[in-house]
C-alpha cells in the first residue's frame, strides 16, 4: 500500500447528500467530479477524497476513502490540466480489499 504524502492530502466529510464534490487543483470554485461521465456517488455519504498520483503515471488520480473503511481508486485517463476519471475500483492489499476499521 502507498503512503499519500500530508501536501498531496485534500480531505472533504460530506454530512448530508450522496453525491462526492471535490475542489479544483488550484483550490478554485467547487466542481462536480464524475468519472465515465457520470457524477461519482457515495453511498453511504461521508466520503473522504484526495488527489493522489497513486499509480505513479504522471497524472493526479482520485482516491476516496468510504465511511466504512474501504478506498474507492478513480484512475486519471485524460490530462493533468483536465483529468477524466474512469469508474472506480478498489485499492487492493494482499489480495483482499484494503480496508482500515474505524470502530
Sequence with gaps: MKTIK????LTITL?????CFGYTQKMGKLTLIKADGKAIE????????????YDQ???DDLIVGE????????KNKGTKSTP???????????GKDAKVENW
Design 67 to 74: 465511511i466504512f473503511g474501504k478506498f474507492r481508486f478513480y
Design 84 to 94: 477524466v476519471y474512469e469508474n472506480f475500483s478498489y485499492i487492493q492489499a494482499n
Design 57 to 59: 503515471d504522471g497524472l
Design 42 to 53: 457515495c453511498s453511504p455519504p461521508y466520503a473522504a477524497p484526495c488527489i493522489y498520483d
Design 6 to 9: 500530508k501536501k498531496h492530502l
Design 15 to 19: 454530512a448530508i447528500g450522496i453525491t
